[in-house]
């Protein structure tokens, strides 16, 4: 081999106990290191800190220079924060180091999972004791729960002074022509955790009927949402409904009565660990009185008004002009009376949003419609 390097673990955060120190990487690939000619070159670990763990091992100088550190607490690196950890090296030679992650627990340390090391143009300084810094972050995309970390010093025994962007987490075979001389390789058990995976919601909901009777008619609504939400909150606007058989406003499909006549919004929100999304419909759904209705009018036509549903003003035909005209909400209660009708626009700005009865009579025939006001 011709380089020399260091493979450490990084995490953040306490987690739990493992067994005892070793010094088999299995399933992992192998690290140590052979000391050509008999020679143990002291480019070595002395210490690696990262989150709560902080391990003092001060260099091994004996074969095979690779230690498992499965027996010391367990740091839990947090998806997408910034991590940092502190390694302190000996370094009597032109070595890099290097720190891997296996994000994706597949018992491999990846080219794309190094997280941490020398780069294509730098050592690390010769000193007693070197110390460096890096800092990095867990990608959202990393599995959670404990994988393996691996920190690694390789010096080049060869002396060709290959950078530290050449060091790789693992000796190439079992070859002796393929095992790094000098250096040391420490691996230890970190958690990942928290993060999010997969795709928030899209929220979106029916309801079985739009229109019904106060008080009576059950209406069923349906949480249509993609990308499986978790959780959910139902809120209608006036709130004056009353949910039926066990369902409540975090229901999947609440069953509601409507309380009060007139318009209800509905808004939906719905959540997973991903995040959260929300729909509102206006005016969606329109309660009548149990005995007020268009059809239950003795008229000769039905009004054709527009808009509908209006806000402030709304057109009627020019032939009622000269009738009278009165609109009445779904209680009966007088809110427009106009005994002689000068122009086909009327002015409805006074009027709450709701639903209403216009009333025309004209020449001794009666004409109705049904306005709904909204804004």
């Not at 180091?97 to 080219?111: H, T």
């Not at 000769?300 to 402030?312: C, D, F, H, V």
């Not at 216009?358 to 006001?373: D, N, P, S, W, Y």
Request: hydrophobic residues 35%; charged residues 10%.
């Amino acid at each position: 081999m011709t380089k020399k390097l260091v493979t450490a673990l990084a995490l953040t955060l306490f987690t739990g106990i493992a067994n005892a120190q070793s010094t088999n990487p299995a399933p992992y690939c192998d690290g140590s290191f052979d000391d050509a000619n008999g020679f143990p070159v002291s480019d070595a670990i002395k210490s690696v800190t990262i989150g709560t763990l902080t391990n003092n091992s001060g260099g091994q100088y004996a074969y095979p220079h690779y230690v498992f550190y499965n027996n010391l607490s367990v740091p839990t690196l947090t998806k997408s924060n910034p991590i940092s950890m502190s390694i302190t090296f000996e370094v009597h030679g032109a070595a890099g180091y290097g720190v891997w992650i296996d994000l994706n627990q597949n018992n491999i340390f990846e080219a794309n999972e190094k997280v941490a090391g020398t780069n294509a143009t730098t050592w690390l300084n010769i000193s007693n004791n070197t110390v460096v810094t890096p800092s990095f972050t867990i990608p959202a995309t990393a599995l959670n729960g404990n994988t393996r970390m691996r920190v690694r010093i390789v010096e080049d025994d060869n002396y060709t002074q290959t950078y530290g962007a050449a060091i790789l987490p693992c000796n190439a075979s079992t070859s002796a022509n393929d095992i790094m001389d000098w250096g040391e390789t420490e691996d230890y058990v970190v958690n990942i955790s928290g993060g999010t995976t997969g795709t928030k919601p899209t929220a979106a909901f029916s309801a079985n009927v739009v229109t019904g009777k106060v008080n009576n008619t059950a209406i069923t609504f349906t949480d249509n949402s993609t990308n499986n939400p978790t959780n959910r909150s139902w809120t209608f606007t006036p709130n004056t409904v009353s949910y039926q058989n066990s369902t409540s406003a975090t229901s999947a499909n609440p069953i509601v009565k409507f309380t009060n006549i007139g318009t209800y919004s509905v808004k939906l929100v719905v959540s997973n660990a991903a995040g959260t999304d929300s729909i509102i419909k206006s005016n969606y759904i329109t309660i009548t009185n149990n005995s007020t209705a268009i059809s239950n009018i003795d008229v000769s036509e039905q009004i054709a008004l527009y808009p509908n549903p209006a806000k402030t003003t709304v057109q009627i035909s020019e032939t009622f002009k000269g009738g009278n005209l009165i609109l009445t909400d779904l209680v009966g209660k007088v809110c427009l009376k106009l005994d002689a009708i000068a122009s086909s626009t009327l002015d409805i700005s006074s009027l709450q949003n709701g639903v209403y009865i216009v009333t025309i009579l004209q020449e001794g025939q009666r004409f109705a419609g049904k306005l709904v006001v909204t804004r």
